[in-house]
């Protein structure tokens, strides 16, 4: 299967209506085997270092990467397999957690905005400003009118940021309700993922409903040219990887790095 098929079935269009319905967790339907996925993603993790090398010696531009997905949705999971070839330097990842006092105290984007990549770097985002209109809308943290104005907000932050030659993908782990009681079930018995597990989490996973509607708009509203959305069928980790890990490698390759060429001749350098 090529890159066009898998692009087509976890993209969303901009402007396109997303429902969440007509998305399956469960899709597998695009590798033969989980076997190969393994192997196509020991391929695409050698080749990101590479391309983060390239990145990194161009030093023109920078990669942001924003995981989002409901509790137990494989953010986590996902930066620790797709992104362990990345050299720890050059790459930042990011977990926003409730805004601090000063945090609060300032607009929404004023801590995503420090955090963004700097040239020649990959940023990683678990979780995002897209809380401001998930979980801030679900609870109402803020007015309706204050969040309603959000979506505009991010599409012209994020224009900036791409107009500033950040290049952004943006990734909605897809799990079912069902997936995620099994995972939280297993964080129950297995000691080793006891710390995972917190009671808030069930209060949150009664709110399902509300979830998947606020992000439905957030994926309907804010997937852009600039700054696309893909709904990642994650109910199969290792599909999961493979879909990032793909997408990943098939945009920074379509950035046609390449290593900065010498601007003196070197064959003259003479090291004594
Ligand atoms: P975790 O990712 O499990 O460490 O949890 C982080 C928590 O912070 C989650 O419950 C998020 O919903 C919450 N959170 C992140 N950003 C915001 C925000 N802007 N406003 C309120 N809660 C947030
Ligand atoms: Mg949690």
Redesign the pocket.
């Known amino acids: 299967m090529g890159m066009k098929d898998l692009l087509r079935s976890i993209l969303i269009e901009p402007g396109a209506k997303c429902r969440l319905s007509e998305y399956d967790p469960e899709d597998i339907s695009l590798c033969s085997s989980k076997e190969a996925a393994q192997e196509d993603i020991a391929k695409d993790i050698t080749r990101l270092a590479k391309l983060q090398e390239m990145l990194y010696a161009e030093d023109r531009r920078s990669v942001l990467i924003i995981l989002q997905a409901m509790?137990a949705g494989g953010k986590d999971g996902t930066i620790k397999h797709v992104m362990s070839g990345l050299n720890p330097q050059g790459c930042e990842v990011t977990?926003?957690?409730?805004?601090s006092a000063e945090e609060a105290d300032h607009d929404?984007l004023w801590r995503i905005h420090k955090a963004v990549p700097r040239r020649g770097n990959i940023g990683i985002f678990?979780?995002s400003h897209y809380?401001?209109v998930l979980?801030?809308r679900v609870h109402n943290?803020v007015p309706r009118e204050v969040w309603k104005e959000r979506y505009d907000q991010i599409n012209r932050f994020e224009k900036l940021l791409s107009e500033m030659s950040v290049v952004i993908l943006k990734f909605f782990l897809h799990i079912s309700k069902e997936e995620q009681r099994k995972r939280f079930q297993e964080r129950l018995k297995d000691p080793s993922k006891n710390w995972k597990f917190s009671e808030l989490d069930l209060k949150e996973r009664e709110l399902w409903e509300d979830y998947q509607a606020a992000y439905e708009d957030a994926l309907s509203k804010c997937s852009t040219e600039w700054a696309p959305w893909y709904v990642i069928p994650a109910n199969h980790k290792w599909y999961r990887n493979w879909s990032v890990a793909r997408t990943i490698v098939d945009t920074l390759e379509s950035l046609k790095l390449s290593f900065p060429v010498a601007r003196t001749d070197l064959s003259k350098i003479q090291i004594k």
């Open positions: 509790d977990s926003f957690k409730v805004p929404f678990n979780r809380e401001d979980v801030v943290l």
